[in-house]
């Protein structure tokens, strides 16, 4: 959002919160109330804004992770991705909104066959194992934008300020264990890079899926004793796979020993994107300090 207030767009931000009117308000934004899995608040706050594109960037996304169960962590995010997803593109037709840009996920749910960095050519996962709601969320989103003809952004891994912090004491107190090799590759991205590019598509009037990651997909066993250092923890411990499976659960064996990166040239060929941050190795000791 400061973002596009620079670049002097009138933005106005939705919450489902009256408490944070303010905060939106002293970013530049005009604020507003909306519940984003009611039809009718969506409908109504997209007809008073009357805007020209609609950025659609909700998720519920809290707490602890919980990557053995993560269908029932990201549970109101699936709805989230389906459902609003829906209401604002009914919203957007029913008010003549002629763009849509929206959130997807590319850290390292790339399919699992051929090389370790993928495109936006390559399909993703097509056999999530635990995260099966998860992964069929984020394919519906990305197919009803595209229906719509907008642009879905697939965000690597978010890294920056608040990013990661639900991350950083596990990794610190050695809970997050590399699995087996550390084989599998992760894509990363850091806020400001993923709202400047986001910023493009808008100004763009991007169509078509694009890939939002840095330019280093690593293997678990780079990125993760990095992260432990730049949190001042000792290495991670290191687990065999058939041991993490029952304790940690599928996704983060196959996101530790099988993930796909993603290359990001389509981005910057088509939008013009630049990243502030380069290489994931640049950005975690800004956060950690």
């Known amino acids: 959002m ?26 530049g934004a005009e604020a507003v109330v909306m519940d984003g899995l009611e039809a009718a608040s ?18 519920a996304i809290a707490g602890e992770p919980d990557m053995k169960h993560m269908d029932r962590w990201f549970a109101e995010t699936i709805r989230l991705r389906t ?8 919203a957007a037709e029913a008010a ?15 399919i699992r066959r051929g090389g370790w960095v993928k495109t936006e050519e390559d399909p993703l ?16 989103v990305e197919d009803a934008v595209a229906k719509a003809d907008g642009a879905v952004l697939r965000h690597g891994w978010l890294y920056g300020p608040g990013a990661t912090a639900a991350l950083v004491e596990p990794v610190r107190k050695r809970w997050f264990p590399l699995v087996g090799g550390g084989t599998g590759y992760t894509s990363c991205v850091h806020l400001d890079d993923a709202a400047s590019a986001t910023v493009l ?19 678990a ?13 000792q290495p991670p411990r290191r687990v ?23 290359s990001t040239v389509k981005a910057k060929r088509e939008l013009g994107w630049e990243l502030r941050h380069p290489s994931w190795r640049l950005g975690p000791e800004v956060e950690l300090g």
Not at 221 to 233: E, R
Request: charged share 20%; net charge negative; aromatic share 6%.
């Open 83 to 90: 459902e609003v997803t829906d209401h604002l593109l009914a």
């Open 201 to 219: 598509a808008v100004e763009h009037e991007a169509r078509g899926v694009f890939n939002i990651v840095d330019d280093e997909p690593a293997p």
């Open 125 to 140: 996962d097509p056999d999530p194992t635990n995260a099966r709601e998860g992964w069929e969320a984020i394919r519906y």
């Open 240 to 262: 065999a796979a058939w041991l993490a499976r029952p304790l940690a659960g599928d996704a983060v064996v196959t996101m530790m020993t099988e993930g796909r990166g993603f």
């Open 2 to 27: 400061p973002q596009l207030v620079a670049r002097g767009h009138q933005v106005t931000a939705t919450t489902t919160s009256a408490a944070k009117l303010g905060s939106l308000e002293r970013l």
């Open 42 to 59: 969506v409908g109504g706050a997209v007809a008073a804004a009357r805007p020209d594109a609609i950025v659609h960037e909700m998720t």
């Open 221 to 233: 066993s780079q990125w993760l004793p990095y992260l432990a250092a730049c949190a001042a923890g």
């Open 96 to 110: 003549s909104v002629s763009h849509v840009v929206a959130q997807s996920y590319a850290g390292w749910n790339g």
